[in-house]
């Protein structure tokens, strides 16, 4: 009984994730040419990009050095020299801890007081110092990066075709997770694995906007156009989603685009910087949701559903994995006797076959099995897949060997259950705790935000 029920809520839940398992290879099919940008001709009729990372400390987190590092060897390596690099930090330390750098420490002042929260107030503090010296115009672009952003010579380079080709004034890139992958625990470094595999969607978000979800990070947009839409979206932890709709609301259909260029950054190298992450990104869009449009929202709250619901499939699906197999596992001469008794009963059994008998056996399972039977192996190897070619994007752009690439493909096939677990269960966290908490205060004071280590 308990086996039927617990098959009976798998099966409704992996159903469920069909259409989302059909659109998303449909996104990866369509969007495959154009996901990294490989026209990498170098063109000189160059713009002035800043490079803009956005951080709380660059003295308390290292790796703002290795950004600034990369963008500077990676424009030499092409070429370009009419860029600057723009540190925007809550630290008033970080001048003196980057004063032999090569870039401009923005310190945010403590008494600045806007209509943003969090990182969107020192986005908006660097848009109005940037505007006070004359940089928000047409001719200069800002490139967004994070604490841990890693720039490439490919990134510069599909950074100066799309500007070449005024394909849009907002635009971004894949993110790959290389970065300190053997240094995270094991579970977030494969869980990071899905994110490039959705990112074939993004493409589609960003070149049919209004956008859905939109990346902090590798956001190439024009300086004026910052200008005008500003960051003073009100208390919120998803101020990047904000942006790219206020941009398409307001430029219209043609304003958004893909440039194509990568940008390397790492996993969160523990499972508590993983679940606050993914906490992050829900309380956001839950945040953000009253302020769109409804037919906007609406298509969010599908986004958002689905997303919950996958941590309760995960669930159902570990469940009735544990009651039918773990007793197996546990006594494993039983399974030993077992296998056995199979492999000598072998031939007996094929002796028995014949056409009739395999007639009439295919004969009692109806349409509706085989149909239902056939959409659940679909959904289950788009989603074993999905982390698969994540994870080999992920390592492409890492140092490690091959048999180590090939151990961790292993490990990711048979950890998949877990790391479903893992990926999911923020989300089902961050949606209970805000609806118990909009209805405790009725204002939704869900601004905490939880810095993770880098």
Known sequence: MLDSILFAIATFFW???????????????KNRNIFVEKDLRRIHNDPA????????????????????????NSAHQVNFYN???????????????L???????????????TNAIKKGRALQYAVEHRRLSGKNTSKHWIFHMDDESYVTPQTVLALLKFIREKKGVASEGPIFYPLKFESANRLTAIAESIRPYACYDCVSQMTNPPPLHMHGSNLLVR?????DIGWQFGPTLAEDQMFGFK??????????????GILLEQPPLNLKDHFFQRRRWVLGTLQNLRK????????LMFKSVTYFLGFASAVASAAYSVHNYLPFLLSFQELNYRISSEIFSLPTKFSGLSLDSLAHSAATISPVEVGIGTLLLFTSLVWLASYQLGLFLNLRYSKMGWAKRIMLHVQTLILCPVIGLVETFPAFWATIEYQ???KQTEKVPVYDFYVISK
């Open 223 to 227: 300086s004026d156009i910052e200008d």
């Open 83 to 97: 860029y600057q690099i723009s540190v925007v930090t809550d630290d008033s330390q970080d001048a003196k801890t």
């Open 436 to 438: 118990i908490r909009k």
């Open 49 to 72: 990009i800043i490079f803009q990372i956005t951080t709380r400390s660059a003295t308390k987190t290292p790796v703002v050095k290795r950004g600034i590092f990369s963008i500077i």
């Open 292 to 299: 769109f449009p409804r037919w906007h929202r609406y298509k």
């Open 247 to 260: 941009v398409y609301e307001k430029y219209g259909q043609g304003s958004m685009g893909w440039h194509g």
């Open 99 to 113: 004063e032999s750098e090569k870039c401009e420490v923005v310190v945010v002042d403590k008494e600045f007081h």
């Open 15 to 29: 159903l469920s994730y069909v259409p989302i398992a059909a659109l998303s290879l449909y996104k990866l099919v």
